[in-house]
């Protein structure tokens, strides 16, 4: 038993209950959190909140990595440790929301449910806090600073011993998930989410006349070209069933008319895909093509790939085991079995150190018409949804620390 004398649905209803009854409180914290978004690694407000609430449930918060904060939760009795975390940052878009909790730092929004997710874990640790007594084992809170920007926070945790001292067996995470309802939540053993690359380029040309491009190395029409040659790298040199993305989102010149061609083009892409031989195998291929494209044009190209985050794999075992946990919380029809989603997301780092388990919960609800996609501008959730991350995260707690 993970809590001394006490049957499992007895703790079940212990943890609904609470749950419930501090769900306006997280609601509150939530839209704090939202209202004074903060970018990467810039998280001072949002990591100064964490540590007065954790503070206020008798833990002791540390800094690590910044703005990034920890705790533990210590039970009674020693046994094993599980790590649930949070992400804290925002990122660099203008909401366009009319909520009375819209962003109000220009240019910086949650889009992407951080503000859940640290809301979340915050109602968990209460819960958590407020059984520690019974509990065998300890639960290590990891609020985690810059998610969203290379090299990603949790790298950063673990090279300062964010999974040691004592030594996190097992690491649990929540991610919104605008496609899955309120009220459930999403899981996939194994491969679940992608690494990523960032690609940038510059083709140096010679500008001119837009009426004279004999006399001109065009940068513009050279970068079409490595565009349109570099997706041969998707679509015949991967292997048909490995998963890769290679996306260019950014392109732009000097150029100040339509009729002048500039001298150079900047491009910037992504790489993503499930496999790290592939990945170093593309990198390379990526540099090949665009080099000798912009060679076969008479233009010279400045490359840099930047090395991003791991494939993200879920542990089957636990994650299995999980799943089985969230249906005896919620209901078999609550937990659904998720696709391989090309995304990215430096949790994946924990995934590499020690079996992982991260898992999405639902935030739509269609006739309150939040429906948006996360990094969009109108993104919002359903704040029922807190009542279910606080309660089911605290509930996976209990049960991961019985092995």
């Known amino acids: 038993m993970t809590i001394s004398n006490i049957g499992p649905d007895t703790i079940k209803e212990e943890i609904r209950g609470l749950a419930a009854r501090i769900k306006e409180?997280?609601?509150?914290?939530?839209?704090?959190?939202?209202s004074h978004p903060e970018l990467s690694f810039r998280e001072e407000r949002t990591a100064s909140l964490v540590e007065k609430y954790l503070l206020n449930l008798g833990l002791k918060p540390q800094r690590i990595a910044g703005t990034g904060v920890w705790a533990m939760i210590e039970g009674k009795s020693p046994g094993r440790t599980v790590g649930l975390r949070a992400d804290l940052d925002a990122l660099p878009i203008?909401?366009?929301?009319?909520?009375?909790?819209?962003?109000?730092?220009?240019?910086?929004?949650?889009?992407?449910?951080?503000?859940?997710?640290?809301?979340?874990?915050?109602?968990?640790?209460?819960?958590?806090?407020?059984?520690?007594?019974r509990l065998e084992g300890n639960v290590k809170l990891v609020f985690q600073p810059g998610e969203e920007k290379l090299p990603g926070g949790a790298s950063l945790l673990i090279k300062e011993g964010i999974l040691e001292n004592p030594k996190v067996d097992v690491m649990i995470g929540q991610h919104v998930m605008p496609f899955i309802k309120t009220g459930s939540v999403g899981f996939r053993k194994g491969l679940y989410m992608a690494s990523t690359d960032e690609i940038y380029m510059t083709v140096h040309g010679k500008g001119g006349h837009g009426a004279m491009p004999h006399l001109t190395i065009d940068p513009v029409a050279i970068s079409a070209q490595i565009i349109i040659a570099l997706q041969q790298v998707v679509s015949r040199k991967a292997r048909p069933i490995l998963?890769?993305?290679?996306?260019?989102?950014?392109?732009?010149?000097?150029?100040?008319?339509?009729?002048?061609?500039?001298?150079?083009?900047?491009?910037?892409?992504?790489?993503?895909?499930?496999?790290?031989?592939?990945?170093?195998?593309?990198?390379?291929?990526?540099?090949?093509?665009?080099?000798?494209?912009?060679?076969?044009y008479g233009?010279?190209?400045?490359?840099?790939?930047?090395?991003?985050?791991?494939?993200?794999?879920?542990?089957?075992?636990?994650?299995?085991?999980?799943?089985?946990?969230a249906r005896e919380y919620m209901g078999d029809d609550k937990v659904e079995n998720l696709d391989i989603w090309m995304a990215a997301e430096d949790f994946a780092y924990y995934s590499q150190e020690i079996p992982s388990c991260f898992y999405r919960l639902g935030t739509r609800n269609e006739e309150k018409g939040i429906t948006s996609a996360v990094h969009t501008n109108t993104f919002d959730v359903d704040e029922d949804a807190l009542e279910t991350g606080a309660g089911l995260m605290a509930w996976l707690a209990v049960k991961a620390l019985a092995g």
Request: charged content about 25%.
């Open 25 to 34: 409180e997280l609601i509150a914290i939530r839209r704090d959190i939202h």
């Open 243 to 296: 998963p890769t993305v290679l996306t260019f989102g950014k392109i732009n010149s000097d150029g100040g008319a339509t009729n002048v061609i500039p001298d150079s083009v900047s491009l910037e892409g992504t790489l993503r895909t499930l496999d790290e031989q592939w990945r170093a195998e593309a990198k390379e291929l990526i540099v090949k093509i665009a080099r000798n494209t912009a060679e076969a």
């Open 94 to 133: 203008e909401e366009k929301n009319d909520k009375p909790y819209v962003s109000q730092n220009k240019g910086v929004m949650h889009a992407c449910g951080h503000d859940v997710h640290t809301s979340s874990l915050l109602g968990a640790a209460k819960i958590l806090a407020s059984m520690k007594d």
């Open 299 to 325: 233009a010279t190209l400045d490359i840099r790939i930047e090395h991003g985050y791991p494939f993200l794999k879920n542990d089957e075992s636990l994650t299995h085991s999980i799943m089985d946990f």
